[in-house]
T-cell receptor
Framework: EPEVTQTPSHQVTQMGQEVILRCVPI?????FYWYRQILGQKVEFLVS????????KSEIFDDQFSVERPDGSNFTLKIRSTKLEDSAMYFC???????????FGSGTQLSVL | DAKTTQPTSMDCAEGRAANLPCNHS???????VYWYRQIHSQGPQYIIH???NNETNEMASLIITEDRKSSTLILPHATLRDTAVYYC???????????????FGKGTSLLVTP
């Protein structure tokens, strides 16, 4: 079965540093999402992306966050200046138009020290 | 999106049917009921979804009440690998140029015991 691939699986960074999390969507999927899950808490929606534009974003997705699909394949989440509270598992999800199902990657565990 | 209410936790014996309830009394006419699960901090996994008719696939069955205010996910023969957090989510449909976000609650933690 096709998979959403996320890299790296683990990322350790210093507070204030920029990080880029990468996602390779399933081929032909047109809708892309980022979610995060702080340890012990629920899965939280960050942003959805379609046709090279943000479709919807949550209050969590502030100016420190950005998304893009620079080369037509990878879908990236950038955190410009990481904070301790950004430590979480970040999940990418993609969706084929009309399928009504999100497929999630295995996540990137981000640790901010 | 309408909110859902699920029990915090449930147990089920291996080989028996697991019946996970969900209340969504404020569901709107264009909202579907989705079920996802998350096994030990892995990415959430799609199970099944429906609008008003009962649905069945290779993983589970979804029973939606006639008034659509509640539903039940049925795992017909639970195995140890079905131990996970199960999320009931209602989500509007109708893509134009935007995908509607799935909003996860706390879900039901299902423990399948030998």
């Amino acid at each position: 079965e096709p998979e959403v691939t996320q890299t790296p699986s683990h990322q350790v960074t210093q507070m204030g540093q920029e990080v880029i999390l990468r996602c390779v969507p399933i081929s032909n999927h047109l809708y892309f999402y980022w979610y995060r899950q702080i340890l012990g808490q629920k899965v939280e929606f960050l942003v959805s992306f379609y046709n090279n534009e943000i479709s919807e974003k949550s209050e969590i997705f502030d100016d420190q966050f950005s998304v893009e699909r620079p080369d037509g394949s990878n879908f990236t989440l950038k955190i410009r200046s990481t904070k301790l509270e950004d430590s979480a598992m970040y999940f990418c999800a993609t969706e084929e138009q009309g399928s009504e199902k999100l497929f999630f990657g295995s996540g990137t565990q981000l640790s901010v020290l | 999106d309408a909110k859902t209410t699920q029990p915090t936790s449930m147990d089920c014996a291996e080989g028996r049917a697991a019946n996970l309830p969900c209340n969504h009394s404020t569901i709107s006419g264009n909202e579907y009921v989705y079920w996802y699960r998350q096994i030990h901090s892995q990415g959430p996994q799609y199970i099944i979804h429906g609008l008003k008719n009962n649905e069945t696939n290779e993983m589970a069955s979804l029973i939606i009440t006639e008034d659509r205010k509640s539903s039940t996910l049925i795992l017909p023969h639970a195995t140890l690998r079905d131990t996970a957090v199960y999320y009931c989510i209602v989500r509007a449909q109708g893509f134009s140029n935007s995908g509607y976000a799935l909003n996860f609650g706390k879900g039901t933690s299902l423990l399948v015991t030998p």
